[in-house]
């Protein structure tokens, strides 16, 4: 019987090929067909140097299929693309870090998401400022510009120079993406926690997860795996933050700055889809959970956005076929992740495609192996069409 069992589980290895996790307890198998579909739409975009190399992650029902691809640089000489690469998360530091931290500090008790900004930034007034609320940091509808006006000398003259922004747009009826919503955040999080976002996300989230991997501030450390980005003049910039403000700030922002694997990533999204908790550690209440990934925005407001999660706006890679209500977010560098909790499903797509040049595109890419990630997890255009996802805030 024991040779049998084993003889078993050898098959359904090889069926499952490498790269792919079989548990214990789950017959599930992916597509294979939609797995190669995946690898070759990954490989005609680098074909066409849409990007110069990829680590790829696609997990349902705990079963994970993972593969790196091409080259991890180009310049100034080439490098394979190895799995445990580690990658300029850019705007995924929203919520892989600041987001969850402010979610925590709520959960604590110790932060109201409905409240004004000025009650934690006491300087942060006047110019139509007075009424945006932590809620409308999150949701991006603040009604704040995209970007400071001009380049910060460290984190605190960001913070003088959020506060001196005038409102463009009425707080709470218009989404903007802005990257002085999340600089704000990270701010509130050193002010009502007293530690840095650095130290809060990494002392809360990162570490009890055990993602090893995931640091703002990586240089020192792990130089070797890093993907470069672009160019700063004549500087190729590897560990050290792509994004020019978060640069300008030190390293350390709350709208970008963090580094990551496509492994840490995952145990990432395997907590959320657990509401919380992973390997018997818990890093936030269910509920915190739900809110964080629900629909948040108002409900004048057509782009429907969690708290720093995208569910439905023009920055979605959502697909074809995961449900609405799904949720996830992109960074600029080329990174994404997308999370579908009602089919236990999430797709990892981890790219520097801004290397060496800035003109690699990758955003068809992500709309495509995210569609292919859904067939493959055994996904139909109908197998989500009755979900109802959670009614907007007023």
Known sequence: MRRLTYVATLLLALVVGPGCQVPHRSAFIFQQDKLTAMEATNAMAIAERRLPGAVLWVEHEGVSYHKAFAQRALEPWPEPMTEDTIFDAASLTKVLATAPSILLLMERGSLDVDAPVQKYVEEFRRDGKDAITVRQLLTHTSGLRAGLRR????????????????????????????????????????????????????????????????????????????????????????????????????????????????????????????????????????????????????????????????????????????????????????????????????LILLTNRVHPDGKGDIRALQRALATLAAEAAGLSPTSNASINILPRQP
């Open 151 to 346: 380049q910060p000398d460290g984190p605190s003259t960001a913070v003088q120079i959020a506060c001196t922004e005038v409102v463009t747009n009425e707080p709470g009826t218009f989404f903007r993406y802005s990257d002085i919503n999340f600089i704000l955040l990270g701010e509130i999080v050193q002010r009502v926690s007293g530690k840095s976002l650095q130290q809060f996300s990494s002392d809360e989230i990162f570490r009890p997860l055990q993602m090893r991997d995931t640091r703002y501030l990586p240089l020192g450390i792990d130089r070797p795996r890093i993907a470069p980005t672009q160019y700063d003049g004549t500087n190729l910039l590897r560990g050290v933050v792509h994004d020019p403000t978060a640069r300008h700030m030190g390293g350390v922002a709350g709208h970008a700055g963090l580094f990551t694997t496509a492994a840490d990533l995952a145990r990432f999204a395997r907590m959320l889809l657990n509401k919380g908790a992973l390997d018997g550690v818990r890093i936030m209440r269910p509920e915190t959970v739900t809110a964080m990934t629900s629909i948040q925005s108002p409900a004048v407001v057509p782009t429907r956005r969690g708290f720093g999660w995208d569910i439905d706006s023009d920055y979605s890679r959502r697909g074809s076929i995961f449900a609405l209500g799904s949720y996830g977010h992109t960074g600029f560098t080329g990174t994404s992740i997308w999370i579908d909790p009602f089919s236990n499903t999430f």
